[in-house]
């Protein structure tokens, strides 16, 4: 009887051991209210429900945006999420997950009113400030006046309050979460959005095979329109 329930005992501990090697940790550099330290920001319920539906834990860790395709790249984590199309020729290492999660419209945000831009290409007279590791602000931005980094979006528009850039470049609703909740005064998102992109998930090349798995379960979700919902709902709650 002993033996018997010693043996039980160590099938119950190996059994949560190999549970808990098969959670995916996953990274996000995302702000509010694209993705939550808690968890609840549209995306990160996005793909929580997608690996849910895969029968598959995760965990998901927020870092700054280079820290984060490093990590990932690294396989100290095991995927990022959302970035642009395109970065695994800088991060070998990363496999793109061929559906997208979301969309960004990229935004330009001024405070002075006479400032007024269409294009990339626009912001070439003035002094821009962006978040370090967004690679497509990164790339187009490089013939402006001057480019400033910093680490996250609260940053981000500080130096735009405080007249140090001209101009941000964030993705729309992020900026108008931070101007809510800062209270900017005078602060615009410039109309039409510099670019619209869509967004997709990465596994490090060890996840290979989940690949094509987590892509038909993405468009699964927006055929049934799980995405549409969970992105509607978590804007909605950004208004409040």
Do not use: C
């Not at 061929?98 to 960004?104: A, D, L």
């Not at 001209?166 to 609703?173: I, S």
């Not at 992020?174 to 209270?183: C, D, F, M, T």
Request: without cysteine.
């Amino acid at each position: 009887m002993r033996l018997a329930t010693s043996l039980l005992y160590l099938v119950l501990v190996l059994s949560a051991s190999a549970a808990g090697a098969e959670t995916l940790v996953l990274n996000s550099a995302d702000p509010a209210p694209l993705s939550r330290p808690d968890g609840s920001g549209f995306n990160d319920r996005i793909v929580s429900e997608a690996f849910h539906r895969l029968g598959i834990p995760t965990q998901l860790v927020r870092l700054t945006a280079e820290r984060a395709l490093q990590n990932a790249d690294a396989s100290i984590d095991d995927g990022i999420y959302v970035r642009i199309a395109g970065l695994e020729r800088m991060y070998p290492n990363l496999i793109m997950v061929p559906e997208p999660v979301s969309e960004f419209m990229f935004t330009a945000f001024a405070k002075d009113p006479a400032i007024q831009i269409t294009s990339w290409a626009d912001l070439k007279p003035y002094n821009v400030a962006l978040i370090n590791g967004w690679k497509i602000v990164e790339a187009n931005t490089r013939g402006a006046r001057s480019v400033t980094g910093v680490k996250d979006e609260d940053a981000l528009f500080s130096l735009l309050e405080r007249n140090r850039a001209d101009v941000v470049v964030l993705d729309l609703y992020s900026g108008q979460e931070v101007i809510r909740r800062l209270g900017l005064r005078g602060v615009r998102a410039l109309s039409p959005p510099l670019e619209r992109r869509k967004m997709y998930i990465y596994l490090h090349k060890r996840h290979a095979e989940l690949v094509p798995r987590l892509a038909e379960v993405l468009r699964q979700m927006r055929r049934d329109g799980t995405i549409l919902r969970l992105t509607k709902g978590g804007r909605a709650e950004a208004k409040r």
